[in-house]
């Protein structure tokens, strides 16, 4: 993947999963996303630990997939259909690349979870710029 595309999914990708945060802790269903993170956040956690790339991988892909269908936007779900196989690539490149990442990705997971669970919009939104930023950095 040129560094271009990278960009471009990165960039969407951003843009529709901070509205799809939005949306779910606007309508104040973030409870029930926030228990949903912590369960996938605890097998990141496992897979790190079993150092398992793969299985790291598919639940860092669930946990951000976990958002988007949160939201009940089926257009953001299409939308995230789209991305998923490039974002997939980016993941799987990202952490080859810089296996730093992956501690750095998970603790960023948690703060995207603890925004959630507060309500709080504006820090999911704020956390997940700095989240992708680590890709575009790497990348």
Request: zero cysteines; aromatic letters at 4%; glycine letters at 6%.
């Given at each position: 993947?040129?560094?271009q595309e990278s960009l471009d999914v990165l960039?969407?990708?951003?843009?529709?999963?901070?509205?799809?945060?939005?949306?779910?802790?606007?309508?104040?269903?973030?409870?029930?996303?926030?228990?949903?993170?912590?369960?996938?956040?605890?097998?990141?956690?496992?897979?790190?630990?079993?150092?398992?790339?793969?299985?790291?991988?598919?639940?860092?892909?669930?946990?951000?997939?976990?958002?988007?269908?949160?939201?009940?936007?089926?257009?953001?779900?299409?939308?995230?259909?789209?991305?998923?196989?490039?974002?997939?690539?980016?993941?799987?490149?990202?952490?080859?690349?810089?296996?730093?990442?992956?501690?750095?990705?998970?603790?960023?997971h948690r703060q995207l979870a603890a925004a959630?669970?507060?309500?709080?919009?504006?820090?999911?939104?704020?956390?997940?710029?700095?989240?992708?930023?680590?890709?575009?950095?790497?990348?």
């Amino acid at each position: 993947m040129s560094p271009q595309e990278s960009l471009d999914v990165l960039e969407m990708r951003e843009a529709v999963e901070s509205s799809a945060a939005a949306r779910v802790i606007a309508e104040g269903r973030h409870g029930e996303l926030n228990t949903e993170l912590e369960r996938l956040l605890a097998v990141q956690s496992a897979a790190l630990d079993a150092d398992e790339l793969d299985r790291f991988v598919i639940a860092d892909d669930d946990f951000h997939h976990a958002v988007v269908v949160a939201s009940r936007n089926p257009v953001a779900l299409q939308f995230s259909g789209i991305l998923h196989d490039r974002q997939q690539r980016l993941r799987h490149q990202l952490y080859r690349v810089a296996p730093a990442q992956i501690t750095a990705g998970l603790a960023q997971h948690r703060q995207l979870a603890a925004a959630v669970g507060a309500g709080d919009a504006a820090a999911y939104r704020a956390v997940l710029l700095e989240h992708v930023s680590l890709h575009k950095g790497a990348l």
